[in-house]
T-cell receptor
Framework: TQLLEQSPQFLSIQEGENLTVYCNSSSVFSSLQWYRQEPGEGPVLLVTVVTGGEVKKLKRLTFQFGDARKDSSLHITAAQPGDTGLYLC??????????FGAGTRLTVKP | DTAVSQTPKYLVTQMGNDKSIKCEQNLGHDTMYWYKQDSKKFLKIMFSYNNKELIINETVPNRFSPKSPDKAHLNLHINSLELGDSAVYFC?????????????FGSGTRLTVV
């Protein structure tokens, strides 16, 4: 059983569509991070959210941390082929203990 | 300059061999990590080192041993390699707590045991 459950596992959409991916847990986290990983590379940090209910925007990406700090969502508006990749959420149990979800593999078709 | 660099990028070796993967970070971070990513892309933490002190050792077989000669390096030694060790291994570093700073990952080492 994984600490963080991400859904959906796979998502294939057309360019221009909107999408939301989810990261859920029964554990409370001190912070939650989202990363994007491309083939042959390591994950790259997109955002860190710390406060329950916090919303952060990064261009067309909107990240939300649940009020209880147990879950998070990532919403992409008007997806582009360059958004294709593996999106990973990671929750901080302590300062040096970050646990990752299994990821959502997003494909955006032109 | 590459922030977190791992070598080699690819490693193919036979069962029973001993191998090492090197990792160096030039970010001045105080903590370094090793993660294992399996074929389903699940990232599992193996080790974490802070100021040359092991912080986390997550149910990893003792065939795996991290070695940190200094704050900028965390190498991974693997003895008696098994088929199930095949995976991509990522080194990462962080600083000043996870609330404000994310992890910076290397580009990974793909280990194949034959």
């Amino acid at each position: 059983t994984q600490l963080l459950e991400q859904s959906p596992q796979f998502l294939s959409i057309q360019e221009g569509e909107n999408l939301t991916v989810y990261c859920n847990s029964s554990s409370v986290f001190s912070s939650l991070q989202w990363y994007r990983q491309e083939p042959g590379e390591g994950p790259v940090l997109l955002v860190t959210v710390v406060t329950g209910g916090e919303v952060k925007k990064l261009k067309r990406l909107t990240f939300q941390f649940g009020d209880a700090r147990k879950d998070s969502s990532l919403h992409i508006t008007a997806a582009q082929p360059g958004d294709t990749g593996l999106y990973l959420c990671a929750g901080g149990l302590s300062r040096n203990d970050m646990r990752f979800g299994a990821g959502t593999r997003l494909t955006v078709k032109p | 300059d590459t922030a977190v660099s791992q070598t080699p990028k690819y490693l193919v070796t036979q069962m029973g061999n001993d191998k090492s993967i090197k990792c160096e970070q030039n970010l001045g971070h105080d903590t370094m990590y090793w993660y294992k990513q399996d074929s389903k892309k699940f990232l599992k933490i193996m080790f974490s080192y802070n100021n040359k002190e092991l912080i986390i050792n997550e149910t990893v077989p003792n065939r795996f041993s991290p070695k940190s000669p200094d704050k900028a390096h965390l190498n991974l030694h693997i003895n008696s390699l098994e088929l199930g060790d095949s995976a991509v291994y990522f080194c990462a570093s962080s600083q000043a707590g996870i609330e404000n700073y994310g992890y910076t990952f290397g580009s990974g080492t793909r280990l194949t045991v034959v």
